[in-house]
């Protein structure tokens, strides 16, 4: 939804903005591009591969563009760390991306078998082969239901559990095999291991406890009148973010309800078949007495 982005931070020549999940650099582009010729930008991210892809991409702008190893919880004091304390627009486009779901070696999709991993950072923190092996079938099945939604989540945890125990839960194709012995075969459009494999990846990554401290800091990041524009895919994502929007006094949404991608955009990328658009501004400050 990069046009709905672009929209609402409208950016100007001169202003400073983030993109804490820099992914492939798509809307950061867009962003430089609107803002010339002194806009500048800075791009956070937690994989490395894309920090490498997305360097690859906006070289062109030469130091308009400062990129940054790190996570969304802790923007504030990136930005603070490069000059930038407050800014003028700042955006997060949540979930998985397309290349980490592609790449089996990532073991994000059970599209194709790859070890179970899991991690938007590959270089730190537990892999969800190890983040199961913390649990037992009740607190595996508690988080299953809360993150995934998973409503027979006692009797996957259980099966998930037993492939572990003998010795058969080492790739994601093991995975959804505990799945399908638990649910069945798959019916309809929804996989039977959609929602495990939802669930273990925003564990593994700390996803809404790191959406909840960024929306959390967006007043004191942003300057008066500054804009946050998010992309959320599910409801747990969409919920946090309308919620902090809505209860803030420091911040007026900008959408009363969520705005979704166009037709042509759902028909070429399948992810935004569920992605949701909310943006809210920045309210000006009281002066000191």
């Known amino acids: ?105 990532r073991g994000f999709s059970f599209g194709a078998d790859g070890p179970l991993d899991m991690r ?26 809360l993150y995934g939604e998973e409503k027979k989540s006692r009797r996957v945890a259980r099966s998930i559990l037993r492939a572990q125990d003998e010795g058969h839960l080492d790739t994601t194709a093991d995975l959804r095999r505990a799945c399908v012995r638990a649910l069945g075969p798959k019916k309809g459009r929804l996989d039977p291991a959609t929602r495990t494999f ?12 790191q959406l909840e401290t960024f929306v959390a800091d967006l007043p004191a990041i942003l300057k008066d009148d500054g804009v946050a524009a998010i992309i959320s895919f599910h409801s747990l994502e969409d919920r946090i973010v309308k919620w902090a929007f809505r209860n803030s006094p420091h911040l007026t949404p900008l959408t009363k309800r969520p705005l979704v991608a166009g037709d042509e955009e759902r028909e070429s990328n399948r992810r935004a078949r569920s992605a949701k658009f909310r943006a809210a501004r920045r309210n000006a400050r009281e002066e000191a007495a």
Do not use: K
């Open 1 to 105: 939804m990069r046009d709905e982005t672009i929209a609402a931070l409208a950016p100007q020549p001169g202003r400073v903005y983030a993109d804490t999940t820099l992914g492939g650099g798509g809307h950061a582009e867009a962003i430089l591009e609107a803002s010339a010729p002194d806009g500048r930008l800075i791009g956070i991210d937690r994989d490395p591969a894309a920090l490498a892809a997305a360097g690859a991409r906006l070289e062109r702008f030469g130091d308009r563009a400062t990129l940054v190893h790190g996570d969304m919880a802790n923007a504030r004091a990136i930005l603070r760390d490069v000059g930038a304390e407050r800014i003028d627009g700042i955006i997060a486009d949540l979930g998985v991306s397309s290349p980490q779901l592609d790449d089996p070696a």
């Open 198 to 209: 939802q669930a273990l990846r925003i564990a593994v990554n700390r996803e809404l406890e």
């Open 120 to 145: 938007m950072d590959p270089t730190r923190g537990l892999t969800a082969r190890e983040l199961i092996e913390q649990h037992d079938e009740n607190s595996l099945a508690d988080l299953l239901y």
